[in-house]
């Protein structure tokens, strides 16, 4: 190829990875592998914000069954931002507990799979009329998301999972939960695969558009350098984007919404029904590998 012509094809293709058709680069890497199957196909959803209005109930099993009905998932996860919302000054027990009544209800749907849950900013109830009642705080959450902790740590297959709680002073990780991440990433046999949820994103393009992630990214991206044999990918949602960026060979992957709108209409008609900027309702399906590979693709669902 003439030096003219590299350089242009060069271009294009730095081009494309800055104009948002990752999907397609990721298309090629799958068929770069050969006819070779993940070990785990993971749905992703985040920012389901379920409430009772909108008819959102309905459109969510409905979203849900799409899934299971299109993919052959092993199990979800689930970013956070499950119930609209408890954590505003005038919301009061009754609205709290119909939330959760709802997100019960609609997580029959897909009750014969594991759902990995890691805790949103707007799923605390921090109005409650006390700290000892039973429904302030994390704590309930933890209950009604039947997680173990705000978080915790999981393995599948030859695949490590760890889910953050970022809905501390200025969206970071405690000193506490810090010192576990740092412990837990150390104590992993050397190459193991690791997956990193958050609610907020870490690093990416969301937060140059929205504000909203992590204020503690540096320490974190400094973390995840030193155990870059682990580390391959960081989920998050919180800003309702579709976004994809690799930074020292990590995926940060902010996954949209779920609800998109939060069950509305949209803020640009030329964009479609229930956009948010230019990113639709949806939900993540990620492939991975033995070999630490990563594949997550963003999928508009319809109503």
Same mark, same amino acid.
């Given at each position: ?43 992703? %959803? ?99 998301? &039947? ?8 393995? &599948? ?13 200025? %969206? ?46 540096? &320490? ?84």
């Amino acid at each position: 190829m003439k030096r003219r012509s590299l350089l242009k094809a060069i271009g294009l293709s730095a081009g494309a990875a800055l104009t948002g058709t990752l999907p397609a680069l990721a298309s090629s890497a799958v068929s770069e592998k050969a006819g070779k199957k993940p070990v785990l196909t993971v749905a992703h %959803i985040t920012d389901v914000h379920i409430r009772s209005s909108e008819n959102a109930p309905e459109r969510f099993k409905s979203c849900l069954k799409q899934i299971i009905g299109k993919h052959k998932v092993d199990f979800f996860l689930n970013g956070g931002d499950s119930i609209n919302d408890a954590s505003y000054d005038n919301v009061v027990r009754n609205q709290v507990t119909e939330q959760w009544s709802v997100w019960d209800e609609c997580m029959k749907v897909i009750d014969k799979y594991e759902i990995h849950s890691c805790i949103g900013n707007h799923d605390p109830w921090w109005k409650a009329p006390a700290k000892t009642d039973e429904m302030y705080g994390k704590d309930y959450v933890v209950k009604r998301l &039947k997680i173990p902790n705000r978080y915790y740590s999981f393995q &599948k297959k030859n695949w490590h999972f760890i889910i953050l709680d970022g809905n501390n002073s200025k %969206i970071s990780l405690d000193d506490e939960q810090y010192q576990w991440l740092e412990q837990e990433l150390k104590n992993l046999p050397a190459a193991t695969p690791t997956l990193i949820m958050s609610h907020y994103p870490i690093l990416g393009t969301t937060q140059v558009l929205v504000g909203g992630g992590h204020s503690d990214c540096k &320490k974190l991206k400094d973390l995840f350098y030193k155990h870059r044999d682990k580390v391959k990918i960081c989920l998050s949602g919180h800003n309702h984007l579709s976004d994809q960026t690799v930074y020292n060979g990590v995926h940060y992957c902010c996954n949209g919404a779920m609800s998109g709108f939060w069950w509305g209409k949209g803020d640009s008609e030329s964009a479609g029904p229930g956009y948010y900027l230019e990113t639709p309702p949806g939900y993540a399906l990620l492939k991975l590998y033995e070999d630490g590979t990563v594949e997550n693709e963003y999928l508009p669902h319809t109503f």
